[in-house]
């Protein structure tokens, strides 16, 4: 695996592979990597000639200066599971060269209510943060395709409109969620629940599936007040959110014939941590 600091000494590399006719697929992370992260790596590994895994913990994207201190930061294990997982090129600059002109540098992205609700609303400026990084990113690793989580589902349909108002030929491709044994998303923030929060925090995975289970049949907002009153009953759950949502535009769905795509969404914090988790409920593929 090739390992690049330095921006110059990388886009050379890319060139070269560009003049070569190689196809990149790009995985962006900010470390602390996990089996989420790997089975991007190996969906990218699996369409392209070389996969280009960037590390960059982006401070633009927290609103929260606490959360970016307590982010978890483990290089060398990052760079050791990269390797196993047979990732091309691991990039990890440093944020002079990723923001070589100031963090408010770069285009001006206008999500409308895409970045006002769910995640949006509770962390605000969050969703321009992510776009600024993955713009820059793409311009800097010009890939084919860009792959992503859909346990941050938000985050997904946000890079997607960052994607079309820049005019990028880039493909998105959404990869689905990976979960520990009992139902948990994989997440960097796992690592900082203390094992009994680990076990009970699979309630999160729980509470969707029942939303998914009764959705046909009960009325979606008294689901929601349900779903949430069951997580704040829960010692040492928080939930800020439980949201039953179109796919596309993110807006609430009140009744299941209002969408043929709904995904159901929540953000809970346990204990210390926030998690976030979404289960798509109905999607039909007209
Ligand atoms: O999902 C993440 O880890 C980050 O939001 C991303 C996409 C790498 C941008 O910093």
Not at 18 to 47: D, E, W, Y
């Amino acid at each position: 695996m090739w390992a690049f600091q330095q921006l110059e000494p990388f886009e050379h590399f890319i060139s070269r592979q560009r003049a070569k006719g190689h196809s990149i697929g790009f995985v962006p992370t900010m470390g602390a990597l996990h089996a989420g992260h790997l089975s991007l790596i190996r969906q990218s590994n699996a369409a392209h000639d070389i996969t280009v895994c960037s590390i960059f913990v982006n401070p633009t994207q927290f609103n929260d200066p606490l959360d970016l201190l307590k982010y978890p930061r483990m290089e060398a294990q990052d760079l050791y599971l990269l390797e196993r997982a047979h990732c091309g090129v691991a990039f990890l600059p440093s944020e002079a060269e990723v923001y070589p002109q100031g963090h408010g540098a770069g285009p001006e992205f206008m999500f409308g209510t895409l970045d006002q609700i769910m995640e949006g609303a509770f962390r605000p400026g969050h969703f321009l943060g992510v776009a600024q990084v993955v713009y820059r990113f793409l311009q800097m690793v010009e890939p084919d395709a860009i792959y992503m989580g859909q346990k941050d589902f938000q985050q997904v349909a946000i890079v997607r409109e960052m994607i079309r108002q820049a005019g990028l030929q880039v493909r998105l491709v959404m990869c689905p969620t990976v979960r520990e044994e009992n139902g948990l998303a994989m997440s960097s923030r796992n690592v900082r629940l203390p094992e009994t929060q680990r076990t009970q925090a699979a309630l999160i995975y729980e509470v969707l599936q029942d939303i998914k289970e009764r959705a046909h049949s009960a009325n979606l907002p008294h689901l929601r007040e349900e779903a949430l009153r069951r997580l704040a009953e829960a010692p040492g759950f928080r939930p800020e959110y439980v949201e039953i949502v179109d796919g596309r535009s993110l807006q609430q769905v009140n009744a299941m014939e209002e969408s043929d795509f709904v995904v159901a969404c929540i953000a809970c914090w346990v204990g210390e941590v926030r998690l976030i988790d979404n289960l798509v409920i109905k999607f039909s593929d007209k």
